[in-house]
């Protein structure tokens, strides 16, 4: 079996590492949670920093009166080899060392302005201090604010209730030991930290009651009844403490001077010699070590089930967010044709109707288009008054004989020409479709949400080829435009002059008759001409544009990615340093729970 100090030792470092990643809260029981630790319970005065200080075996809490810890402090303490120097880390000041106690005090009183400012306020946001020493056992423990009755000038009316809360956060907790600190020259019947222990563990299976000042107690008494578990029995034996006397701290005296008077106090005692074995800070210390070691070994299993879960969990969201990226040259390259793959996917899915945004394109053309053919001003280019100018012009001053062919040739031509512009509306609106999908599709490519360097050049690549495909589809269906005025059909005429004229209003002049007659077969032919672009602009547009998009966006950028250096690739993966911490934070506590896990199961079972 392992030894009781690697296993607790073991436990304690998870901890650290634990509250050095932050993994001590969240949704669910945290690691920091599973892993048993003693929180200190007392009233104020009650001799919480004495005990504290005696089972470290150092002076380094801040001291006062009225409320002087107002902030919990999560105190592990990791026991050396004999020998090696003792010294204290803080975790808000992990890279400095401090072999002054004195200063670890000032530094707890410091840290502890900080957040309450000089006042007598509290913080539920605890101070995080290892003490490393070959005179400690390997504990957690976590000195918390003293229970109070009454606020005090400076203090909230809600104190009392504020700290009871905080405390209850603690002690509530199942794998929570609590010590419950109680002076002995007061009557235990009304100790606060008995009367909360009772309350968060009626059957005092965490609980250890630890009596203090027990040499002031009045002559004549003694606190046998409490300490022999005859007042109150716990199911833990009760410790007493001697803390040092005033007059001991105001002269310094070295705390394992203390503890052997400590020593000396119960060994020489006539009411608590036979109890001395089990008396003192050095055997509660090694007693909730012992204990600890007990619980750890219970929860062994627990522990593990709750690692495997986490591991679990750390992997799925790893997997989400992206693994970390290849070194080689030659893998960076697939991951970025893979991650423009995935975005093809989902552009594609966009024009297909798998996604929201394709059918616009097809609005474009069911009712853009034609809205805007039938606005066309070709009323105006036709009336009667258009028809004579552009017909006489067309003869100079030889009038025409027959047919006027110039004239309907040129206003024919002028027609068609107004076609060019909801042509090319038609291959801008769908332009602006597939841009619009695009920076769409980016977005909604999970894979590439980690690379915004690639996003951007994607992006870049595609909107470039939008572009090439906009410029060859405008000049396609402006050709279409052109070809319906380039050779005209002449069946259409032929066949109009074979029939009789049925909506032209013969009554009128002869001249009129025969202007009128004109316009109506222009405008009869203008919306044949109408019909077929309404039919070929959109059969264009798709076919060089749409058609492109999908077969073709990035074909440009796979050519040019291919022939980039390793420096150019990594440079196009750079991630989002939010996300790459992100990861490096999840990459770390996966880490932990597996290295935990290794350890726990190595040590465990030895």
Partial sequence: MATMESLIGLINKIQRACTVLGDHGGEGMSLWEALPSVAVVGGQSSGKSSVLESVVGRDFLPRGSGIVTRRPL???????????????????????????????????SDETDRITGKTKQISNVP????IYSPNVVNLTLVDLPGLTKVAVEGQSESIVEDIENMVR???????????????????????????????????????????????????????????????????????????????????????????????????????YGHLASKMGAEYLAKLLSKHLETVIRQRIPSIIALINKTIDELNAELDRIGRPIAADGGAQLYMILELCRAFDRVFKEHLDGGRPGGDRIYGVFDHQLPAALKKLPLDRHLSMKNVQKVVTEADGYQPHLIAPEQGY????????????????????????????LVRKSISE???????????????????????????????????????????????????????????????????????RRIGSNVNAYIGMVCDTLKNSIPKAVVYCQVREAKRSLLNHFYTQVGRREKERLSAMLDEDP??????NQIAKRLELYKSARDEIDSVAWK
């Fill in 578 to 583: 939010q996300l790459m911490e992100k990861r």
């Fill in 74 to 108: 999560v105190l592990q303490l990791h026991k050396l080899d004999d020998g090696k120097a003792e010294y204290a880390e803080f975790l808000h000041a992990p890279k400095k060392k401090f072999t002054d106690f004195a200063a670890v005090r000032k530094e707890i």
């Fill in 169 to 271: 956060s603690y002690v509530e907790k199942p794998n929570c030991i609590v010590l419950a600190i109680s002076p002995a020259n007061q009557d235990i019947a009304t100790s606060d930290a008995i009367k909360l222990a009772r309350e968060v563990d009626p059957t005092g299976e965490r609980t250890f009651g630890v009596l203090t000042k027990l040499d002031l107690m009045d002559k004549g008494t003694n606190a046998l009844d409490v300490l022999e578990g005859r007042a109150y029995r716990l199911q833990h034996p009760w410790v007493g403490i001697v803390n040092r006397s005033q007059a001991d701290i105001n002269k310094n005296v070295d705390m394992i001077v203390a503890r052997r008077k400590e020593r000396e106090y119960f060994e020489t005692s006539p009411e």
């Fill in 409 to 436: 040739r040129r206003l024919i031509d002028g027609s068609i020409s107004y076609f060019k512009g909801p042509a090319e509306a038609s291959v801008d609106a769908v332009h602006f479709i597939l841009k619009e």
């Fill in 445 to 515: 490519t999970e894979e590439l949400k980690r690379f915004p360097t690639l996003q951007n050049d994607i992006a870049t690549a595609a909107n470039d080829a939008l572009e090439r495909f906009r410029e060859e589809s405008r000049k396609t269906v402006l050709r279409l435009v052109e070809m319906e005025s380039s050779y005209l059909t002449v069946e259409f005429f032929r066949k109009i002059h074979a029939e009789p004229e049925k909506n032209v209003n013969q009554s009128s002049s002869n001249t009129d008759y025969h202007l």
């Fill in 127 to 130: 101070i995080h201090l290892s």
